[in-house]
């Protein structure tokens, strides 16, 4: 269920949202994953290297398969405020519980 969530652009708890964002530009079209952190009115971005995809399905499946890399610990996530500035601890802990979640109902 969390696959279609995130196709559609969102995936969120009572604490973050995600958001899927998938640009192109000359023929290659890059996906890119932002962190909202509803308690602190704060947005936040991944800084994993995402494969861009030839096509705008082909880069949905690489963000989908690097989330899933996220949820079940094969990918470590760096999450940023800005180039220089790293998103702090209590982010990192929210999206290991959304993560947790989305482990849990591929359980289930």
Do not use: H
């Not at 995936?11 to 996906?31: A, H, Q, R, T, V």
């Not at 880069?59 to 690097?66: G, P, Q, S, T, Y």
């Not at 996220?70 to 802990?93: N, R």
């Amino acid at each position: 269920m969390w696959r279609e969530k995130l196709r559609q652009g969102f995936l969120e708890n009572d604490k973050i949202m995600i958001e899927l964002s998938i640009g192109g530009e000359c023929g290659e079209w890059f996906p890119s994953l932002a962190l909202y952190d509803k308690g602190k009115d704060m947005w936040y971005y991944f800084d994993n290297d995402i494969l861009p995809g030839a096509t705008e399905e082909e880069a949905l499946e690489n963000a989908i398969r690097f989330f899933e890399k996220l949820i079940i610990g094969l990918e470590k996530p760096k999450i940023k405020s800005s180039p220089l500035k790293e998103a702090p601890e209590e982010v990192y802990t929210k999206l290991r519980e959304l993560l947790e979640e989305l482990k849990n109902e591929d359980k289930g």
